[in-house]
Structures are given as structure tokens and as C-alpha cells.
């Protein structure tokens, strides 16, 4: 294995030299042999620590591998899927590389069928990457190729091999060598030798570089010496004759070698030399009947990699059409693995290639092998048993099929694609670094080849379709560089070392990308990365060299490219693009001495750049990332932010800053004036370790108006805030606003505080000034806060002697200054006792308090002079017994005093303590606030376990006590309590409520499921009485609501609720209820009175009745009556429902007898149109003649008076002459569907078969020649005709219901599920079939067959068939003989399929 050329040592820009001088250099490769390699292995362990191992699936070892024969053997045309393949790999898009499309003529050609593949569009990698690899022209190589051809007829350039000679291959057989200064060294062969084999067309070098393999196009191999140019083998008989050579490859061993011919076969060459003779042993390893091959790779280790394992095997790998084989040739040939490739295209080419790795910190051959867009890696490793043992490591999915695969070091591979175009790509992270368009070189294809021209083409298809696209002899790779062969250049391709694709980006003025590059380089994250060597420390310091002088250039240009003219926003807008990079490249770098001196001169050239220069390090120093900036650098920022009127940057900047070298009292002296009262305590804190001063100035400022009893500002609010979190966070030892006080002045500066707090008097005190001026202040400014800030400060005190008379010393004062002071509300007295009372409950209380203190605190709670803040005053003692205050009072003095205050929450606390539940119940009552709350405080202990059997029985004694309360505060509460706990006493509750409209309410609470409380009504086992009862009281107090509520209660007896219903004369609901017993006569009876009693009210009122209500309220009795008599006619006999509806007719039709004076006001259409109602209602149920004859036989018609009935017998004649239309209508269309129907389906089923052929589909015999035999001839609908004793010895018929029925054979026998064939058809005889039996017509298959076409002639279902389904029950499942052939036993309905459409046009007329 070779070494990665070492660029370091040649390491100068690419403007100082051209190109070809640079490859010049780099290609002086005998003087120079172990600069180029595929990998530096120690360099390669260590960065594969750092990279996630790849995944592996192991390949299972095979106990005895497959013969070479039984290989050759296996057929070529399998279909079989990659063995190997692992479902989770295959999620393409994620493992897609990454690429740009450029537009060159060759990627936008629409001929190729690849450029289907390209649709994808990635994102640009030349940004992240830079150029990763320089191109080069060999120009003295390309001219003398040009040369060669027009001076000596070399022909045009085939193949070419690379080792520390070139060698160059042409069609006129010639082999020129060039050595590594592009000079012609030797002219192998002649025309005359060329045009008797052929072209060249496969090369070969050694591993020592003295010997070449040439291969012809007609076959035959010749063997140089590249010392001398001496001729030392012709060999003619190695392979079949008339097939052009392939490949021709030397292997480590310099006596073996193998070719591969455009049979497909792959030979082993064994050179050997007896007494001077020198010969050729020829070995076929692979037969091309069995399968062509077309690709071979031996494995080549390099002189520092030949001790390693798996050399002695000398393992070949070979393509063939359908699968990949690796072999070893020693010491015995054997073959390793065969894998197949599952489906491809079949014009790709197979490609392989070797290289070696290191994965698991051992190093070892990596086989890569793809055919199309799918690259495959397997690692090759031997086993302790001596066995090889391979890996299949992830594989890579691409967007483009592949004609070239080339390793160009042990990460990076270079792949060329359809089009002409390069990929570079990082294995490891399958990352694309770039493309490169090489169309320019006009690459050499090795088709004729393998199409074998020069022999007369004879191949195979497959073959000659592989090599349309075959380059295998114009590529070649050498020690970590790529050359490609033109049709009149050689061009060469080699990754650029870091430095210089660095300064490429550079001189393409791309100087963000070339930093971020370098970064890339500097962190050891960039990809494909040459001529960085030693530890990682050195690699650092040099690309960081390289990055501080790209830095100068930026910020020089920065500078220059800034918009002299034009709106300060412009040139701002330039230097926020650019100086940010500049600081963020510093900081990464951690030059801060580069940042605040060079760069910052720089850009303080220019106002605007240093103005967004400092800018850019705000957020760095807010994130504690940025510390020890220079004096002069923290004084410029504040300024620049002071001018810029950004004053709370400029505390949040200061708070995060070391101010010890800037002017203090002038930082002071801004933070007071601009109110940064967090940067003023900050400065004085760390600037001067002075902790009092700024409370004594914040002091100064709130003091005042608390003092005086004004209001504070919000300014003065947000100071006292600050002030207060600023006490807590010295006297916890934390630095404010962030961080922490230094652990020894810890102790000092929490004595200073107190020592401030307790001062009897402030500095320059006036005499006016009440005592304990601190302590005041910041009681009046928020008593709970200061008190929790002490609170939390005794929890840290260590309980030494000085801490115990500091806390005694402070709970004296705050005792002083509040309860001798009538100016705290209680509120505040509160918040003290409660603190006080919290402190003395502690285990480990040294505290003293004057017990005689809290009894006053209580007096002063609940003896208040005004009645104000009473809620407020329960809401402090509360807390203060809660906090163990309780201990320090007499607990009756304590209950007196409290229901004297009326607290009741202070009672149900004592009463709780004593168990006295049911006192309790009577605080809820009493408190307006919170009477609610009562009943889920009894539902608690009545059901919540914990409580004895006493205490819950008290409770509900007093509940029963207080049951009208309860009951008038929320019925339901109160009647979803006595269902749930009491559902048994539900008659002593009702006894217990005298008042009849909270019985109401309870009732109906309890009773009626709508008002929504859940109770189980079956549970409550009550007796129907108590629903009598209610419904009683339902009819006193809301009349309206009872026949609704009638119809959700369930135990009542109906012969008690009607009498109760007559009782309260509620006509409606006591027809509902005979209507609910069964008796609708009674029922009917009670609603004719009614509507007879409304009748006769309208006719006999006063004209100024408004008239409309009264007509209304007739109409709704009579709808109601109507709705009676029709919901229970269906039920009757005809004598019955005329006894119903008779009487209502005549009820309507009786103020119409009256004459008109009786009336006049009374419009007679009204009364007409009413009765016109009930005349329809009733043509449902009874014959018109009967209601015709009634009419007729009435005393006022009979006698001539028909004038009055004559709108009535009009509608009625007319609703009959509607009907009779509608009827002839629908005949008339059903006779005529029917008609053409039947006509259609006799037409179908007597129509002639027309047989396809003349000859029995089975005995494949002319029917004709059997005519004299009793045979008959049998055809189908789908045309097959078969002879009926064939039919039969196949089994071919069907007996159903007496009724033999045949099938066609080739049509059931093609169908897989053995179902009844479509085209069955009955046998033509001359004689009908029996007759059926069935009750019930059956459509036999032909029949069927038929009725589908005429179905899809008429384009849907006929009316017939909407009709039949319409008419008769959904559920029925019976026959339906029009429903065309259905599936299955269940019937979809016409109606629910999606396509079906109503048709109103009349059936189309089928064509004879």
C-alpha cells in the first residue's frame, strides 16, 4: 500500500507556478515513490477513532464453499434479489449524496435515458467544501499522442496503464511509454504487428514497473520488457481464438497474470522460464458459457502491506452479467462468495475495485462493486481458522448511473457517471464533496471491444449492450491519482492538498467560505483533507497561522469595499455582513489579543466598522463567553451604546464585565443618572467591595413617601423591588444580580447588612426621623416579601451565639416598630405574627416573644373599631394559627371571640381540631360566602372513609335539621345528597318540608332526569305515591310543563294521575294518559270536546275578539286530534277508525250549517280550509266513497245544500285524477321496459356462436374428421370449441337442479380460483332441457352473460329494477330475477353505488 502524497513539502501558492509545472513536480514519481500512497495508515487509525464505526452485516460462513464448477454451472437468467441486501440501509434519502448540477452540454443531454434520474436537486457543495480536486492537461503526453498519429499512423489512443511509467495504448497496435517528465521513452510493437492483431485494447504494468501486458483486439497478448523495449512473449493460444481481450491484469505475484476475452471467459496466465525458453501456461478460471464476465480486479497490496494475511490468498474478483464473484488463486483456487445483484438495468456497467482500510483499528481490503446506481462495499477479512470471512459494510444509494469507480485514498472515492460528469465523495459519511465536468476530455470507450469488431462482432446482445458505455482501459488510478484518457489528450486528477484549495477559494474572492474551510480544517472536520500531518496541536497552530492572515486580507478588504458615498445605512449594512466574521473567527481561535489590538485599530479607522465592531461583542460577553477585554475597549463600548441611547445593553453589558480598570465613580455617577440601579450595585460591589452604599442611596429615594404615606411611583416601586432582592441576596451570600459573593466575605457582608438594618438611625438623620428607620421603610414597602427574606435568612443562620442575638435582635425591633405603631394594616400585623409564629414552631427555636403580644394581635383582629377588611383580618389569623400561632392562645377565648367576629373559617379550623363536624355544617350556613360549599363538605364525611359512625351520623342529624335550608339553597345539591346517603329516608325528608313549593322543588330535582343531577332512579326504590305527588304539585304550579314531564318520569299508576289530571281539569294530559292506558276512544272523546268547545266559542264571541287567537287555538286542538286519530288508526278496524274520524269531520263541519248570521264576522274559507285538512288526514285510512256517502247522507247536504261541500268533492276528484294519471303512467313505461328487455335478452340468448377456430381445443382434431362418430360439437360464448366426449373426460360439466351445464376448459382452467367460468353455456342440442321444478326462475351462465351486456347497453339499472327495490322492504333478502349477476350473497343497493345516475330518457334502440 502506498503512501498519501506528503503536500506539505510542496506547499507554495498556485499563481507562482503553472499547472504543468505543479504535476511536473508531484509526478516525479521514481524520484519520490513513497510521497504517493492510498493511505497513511497511521493517520487513518486515528481518524477513524473519531468517526462512528460503520454498520456491518456479516455475511454467513458457508461450512463448504461453493465448487468452481458448480458456479459455472448455475444458470445466468436468475431474478433473484441481492441476498445481502438489508432492508433498513435502503432509505435512500438519507444516504444520498449531496451534489450541484452544472449545465454542460453533456448533463442536459435529453438522449440519455439517465437523465431520468436526475430531477433531484441538492445543494451546492462547492460552498462547504471548496474545490476538492485539481485538473490538470498532460500537455507534452497529449501532443506526442497527436504526433504519433499523424507521423508514424499510430491511430487514435485505447487504453491506457499507469505505474511510475505511462503507458499508452492504440488502434494501430502501437504501446507508447512515457516516463514521469511526459518525455517519449519507448515505441513498443509496429503497424504492421497492429494490423495483423489489432488494436490494442487492454494494458497491463507490473508491480516493479518491468514488464507490460498488451491485449488485442483479435486476441492476442504480448508481454514487454520496459527496461530494454524488448519483445519477451507473443502468446496466441491463451484463450479462444476470434474474441477480443478485455482486461489483461498482472496480479501481486509478477509470473501471474489474468485476462478476460469478449467470450466472457477469464483465463490465469502463469509466465515461466525453462532453460532460457520462455512460455505461458493457460488456466480457464471462468467459462463464458456459463455466464459472461466482464470486469476482473485482482487485489494489489503495496510493498509496505505485503506481510499482511489475506496476500497469500491472491484474491480475484469478477463481474459477470448477473453477479459478483471473488476467488482465491492460491494456494489452491477456491471461491470465496457469489453474489448476485438482483434486478438492474441491463445496459449499466459492473464495476469493481479494491482498496485498503482500516475499520476496527485493523487494516484491511475493502471491495467495492455497483452495476448502476447502488454501490455496495464488503470488507474482506481472514479469520483466526484461516478462512476469509466478508462483512457487507452500508452501501450508497445515487441519483445517476455509474460508468467508473475509482478509490483515490482509503475515504474519498471518485465515481463518473453517464453523462460524463465526476463525483467526489466521502465514503464514510457519503457526503458529496464535488463535481466536475470532464466532457472536455472526450474520454476513449472501449465498445468496439467488447462488441469484438476486429473478430466479426460475434458477442452476445447483453455483452454488446454493457459496453456501449464500457471505459475500463481509459481510466487509471496511481498513487492517489486519477488519469483519464482522451481521443487526443491525457488528463490528470489528484485532490488538492488543504492549503490549496483553501487559496482557491481565496482567489475567487470567496474569503467567508475559505474561513469557514480553514475552520473546517482547524477542527479536523473537513473531508478529503491532504498535507495536514503530526498531532493534532501542530495541525492547529499551522491552518491557524493560515487563518490569521486570511483575517488581515478580510478585514483590509472589509475596509476597502465599503460605499464611500450614499445613506449610512448602506456602509452599516456592509460592515454587519463582514465584522462579525472577523470577531467570531477571533473568538473561536481565542486570539483576543489579535481581536482588541490589530483588528481593532483597524476597523477604528472607520467609524461605522468600529461602531459594529462593538456591537458584535455584546452578545459574546452577555454569555460569559468574552472576559478580559482591554480598559480602552469596555470604555468604547459604553459610549457607543450611551450614544446610541441603549441603556439597558448597557447595564446587562457592565453586570457582565470586570470594571476594576475603568474610571469608577464616572460609571457610578451614568448608572445613577440613567437609573441602572442593577449596574450601580454591581460596580459597587466588585469594583470596590462596598455593599452598603447602595442601599443607603436606594433608601434615600423610597423612605421619603412611605414616610409621608404617599404612593410610590413605579420607578421608586422597581427600586424598592431591586432593594429588597438585593438585602436577600447578600444575606445568602450571592453575588447580585448573578454569581456569587467570594466565600471569605461571605460572613462580613451579611453582619454589615444587619448591622444596617438595625441602625437606630440613618447617616444625616433629621430629628423628626423615627427610630429603626430601615426596618420601617421596607415593612411599609411589602411586609410579606422582607419578612420572607428574613424568613429564609434564619434558615441559613449556624446557631453560634452571634446569629441566635442577631435574630432575637431583629424580632425585638420588627415587634417594636409595628405593634406600637397604629399605622400597619392588619394585614401587615398578620404577616408578622405569622412569620413570628412559623419561627417559633421550629424544633429548634431560640426565639422569645411576650405572649401577651399575640393575645393582643388578637383582640386587634377581632375587636376591630369599623367593620373594614373583614374578610381580609379572618384571612391573617387563619394563616397565622395554620403557621402554629394556635399554641399561644386559649383555644375557647379563641372560638368566642372568633364567632363573636363572625369568622367562620377561624371556627371550622377549631371545630376540625375537635372533631366537631356537625358545628361546622352551621359555620357553612351562616357564611354567605361560602353556603355552597356545604353540601360537598357533607358528601366528604359522610363518604369519605376515616370519619366513625357517630360523627357521620351527627352530621346527618344536623343535615336533617337544616334540610328547608338546604333545600332552598339548591334543590338539587340537596336532592343528589339525599339520593346518594339517604335514599331510604326520602319519606321523612318530604314530611320534614312543609313548605309546598320547596317540596316542589326538591321533588322535581329528585324525580325529573332533566335537571341533570345523576342519581340511579332504580336505586331509589321510591313508592309510585311520591311521583303522584309531585305530579300534583306539577299541576298546581306549572301546568304547562306536565304532559313533557309525563313522558321522562317513569313509576306512576295511570288510574291515580288521571283522577289527579280531571282534579286540576287538564283536558290534554288526561287524553295522554288514556291515549298511555289503551283507551283511545276516552281519549279522542276528551279532544272532540275540547275542539267542539273552542268551535263554539268562535262562532258564538263578539266581533272585537281578536279573532286570530281564537282560530289559532281551534287549529292546534284540531292538529292535536288528527295526530290522536292517525297514531292509532293503524291499529283499528274500519268500524273503529270511523268512529274516530266521522265525528271529528262533523265537529269541522258543523259551524258551517249555521247560517251566516249566526257568524258573520267569521271568515267561512277559514273554517273551509280547516276541514279540507281533515278530509286529507282521513283519505289515508277510509275510502273515499264511505267519506263521499257520509257527507251526502248529512240532513243540511241531503236536502240540495251542495253548494257547501263543492270545494271539498272538487279536491277530492282532483286528488283522484292525479293519482290515476300517475298510475297509467307508470304501467305504460313498465311495459314498455319490460318489452324491449325481453326483446334484448331473446335476441342474446338465441344469437349464434361464432367458433375462433375449426378444431376441439382439447384433441386439438378437426371436428369435421369426427362428424361420423355420435358426437356432439360444443361452442362457447368466448369462441373455443370442444367435442363433447373430450369435454366430458375433462370432467367439464356441471349437474345443478337436474340440469346439466357445462364449462369451457381452457377458460376454468386459466382461472386460479376454479370458478365458474363466464363463457359456460348450455349444450346446443337439438332438444330443449327439462323443464325446472324450482319455484323460482334461474338464469343459467349464458343467460347471465347475456343480461350483463344488455345491462351495459342500457348504462345503468332500468326502471324496473329502482321500481322492485323501491317497492319492497330493504331488509328482504329475496330473488331478484332484473338485478343483474350479482357477486355475492349480500345485495348492494342500486341506490348506494356511487356512479348511479337516474336516467329520464327513454331506452336506446339496440342494432340488429
Known sequence: MENEPDHENVEQSLCAK???????????????????????????????????????????QVDTPPTLESILNETDDEEESFVLEDPTLLNIDTIDSHSYDTSSVASSDSGDRTNLKRKKKLPDSFSLHGSVMRHSLLKGISAQIVSAADKVDAGLPTAIAV??????????????IFDQNQALRLCLGSTSVGGQYGAISALSINNDCSRLLCGFAKGQITMWDLASGKLLRSITDAHPPGTAILHIKFTDDPTLAICNDSGGSVFELTFKRVMGVRTCESRCLFSGSKGEVCCIEPLHSKPELKDHPITQFSLLAMASLTKILVIGLKPSLKVWMTFPYGRMDPSSVPLLAWHFVAVHNYVNPMLAFCRGDVVHFLLVKRDESGAIHVTKQKHLHLYYDLINFTWINSRTVVLLDSVEKLHVIDRQTQEELETVEISEVQLVYNSSHFKSLATGGNVSQALALVGEKACYQSISSYGGQIFYLGTKSVYVMML???????????????LTEALALAWSFHEGKAKAVVGLSGDVSKRKAVVADRMVEILFHYADRALKKCPDQGKIQVMEQHFQDMVPVIVDYCLLLERKDLLFSQMYDKLSENSVAKGVFLECLEPYILSDKLVGMTPQVMKDLIVHFQDKKLMENVEALIVHMDITSLDIQQVVLMCWENRLYDAMIYVYNRGMNEFISPMEKLFRVIAPPLNAGRTLTDEQVVMGNKLLVYISCCLAGRAYPLGDIPEDLVPLVKNQVFEFLI???????????????YVRTLLHFDTREFLNVLALTFEDFKNDKQAVEYQQRIVDILLKVMVENSDFTPSQVGCLFTFLARQLAKPDNTLFVNRTLFDQVLEFLCSPDDDSRHSERQQVLLELLQAGGIVQFEESRLIRMAEKAEFYQICEFMYEREHQYDKIIDCYLRDPLREEEVFNYIHNILSIPGHSAEEKQSVWQKAMDHIEELVSLRPCKAAELVATHFSEQIETVIKKLQNQVLLFKFLRSLLDPREGIHVNQELLQMSPCVTEQFIELLCQFSPSQVIETLQVLECYRLEETIQITQKYQLHEVTAYLLEKKGDIHGAFLIMLKRLQSKLQEITHQDEKTKEEFSLKDVED?????????????????????????????????APQKLSGSAAPHLPPEALKSLTMQVLNSMAAFIALPSILQRILQDPVYGKGKLGEIQGLILGMLDTFNYEQTLLETTTSLLNQDLHWSLCNLRASVTRGLNPKQDYCSICLQQYKRRQEMADEIIVFSCGHLYHSFCLQNKECTIETEGQTRWTCYKCS??????KLSENSSEVKKGKTAPSQAASEPVLDPQQIQAFDQLCHLYRGSSRLALLTELSQNRSSESYRPFSGSQSGPAFNSIFQNENFQLQLIPPPVTED
Open 18 to 60: 503553472t499547472a504543468e509545472e505543479e504535476l511536473n513536480k508531484s509526478f516525479n514519481l521514481e524520484a519520490s515513490l513513497s510521497k504517493f500512497s492510498y493511505i497513511d495508515l497511521d493517520k487513518e487509525l486515528e481518524f477513524k477513532n473519531d468517526l462512528i464505526d460503520d454498520k456491518e452485516f456479516d455475511i454467513p
Open 163 to 176: 505505474s511510475s511509467l505511462i503507458a499508452v495504448g492504440t488502434s494501430h497496435g502501437l504501446a507508447l
Open 496 to 510: 488538492r492538498s488543504w492549503r490549496e484549495r483553501v487559496d482557491h477559494l481565496l482567489k475567487q474572492d470567496c
Open 759 to 773: 441602625r437606630l438611625h440613618s447617616a444625616e438623620a433629621s430629628p423628626e426621623e423615627e427610630i429603626y428607620p
Open 1117 to 1149: 286542538t284540531m292538529v292535536e286530534t288528527i295526530a290522536l286519530c292517525q297514531r292509532n288508526s293503524h291499529n283499528l278496524n274500519q268500524q273503529q277508525r270511523e268512529a274516530l274520524w266521522f265525528p271529528l269531520l262533523e265537529a269541522m263541519m
Open 1309 to 1314: 382452467s386459466s382461472n386460479k380460483a376454479g
